[in-house]
């Protein structure tokens, strides 16, 4: 079973940096994390989840969220099954739940639990 953990999230003022991870668990050779699409997703209170970034597979194309280009990275490390996100000139808006989402080629979705961000002064 394909588990998800996600670690990084904080208390960080306006302007500020975070840098969350994704440790995975359970891939196997039939399905790999290389071959998975990775995604961070964030829910804030009172909104519907929305995606914040995704990365394909081991070729590594990304995409964004408009509203995060240029301030958020997302990377992965296929060697250590970890993806991550690389978030800077943090904004009050910006604060959320975020989670860590992968999936099959097959496209079975896996959830992580989340990791609370908190951008305020």
């Known amino acids: 079973q394909v588990r998800l953990v996600e670690s990084g999230g904080g208390l960080v003022q306006p302007g500020g940096s975070l840098r969350l991870s994704c440790a995975t668990s359970g891939f196997t050779t039939g399905f790999t994390f290389a071959s998975a699409t990775m995604s961070w997703y964030r829910q804030a209170p009172g909104k519907e989840r929305e995606l914040v970034a995704r990365?394909?597979?081991?070729?590594?194309?990304?995409n964004y969220a408009d509203s995060m280009k240029g301030r958020f990275t997302i990377s992965r490390d296929n060697a250590k099954n970890t993806m991550y996100l690389q978030m800077n000139s943090l904004k009050p808006e910006d604060t959320a739940v975020y989670y860590c989402?992968?999936?099959?080629?097959?496209?079975?979705?896996?959830w992580g639990q989340g990791t609370q961000v908190t951008v305020s002064s």
């Open positions: 990365i394909i597979n081991s070729g590594g194309s990304t």
């Open positions: 989402n992968a999936v099959s080629l097959w496209g079975v979705n896996y």
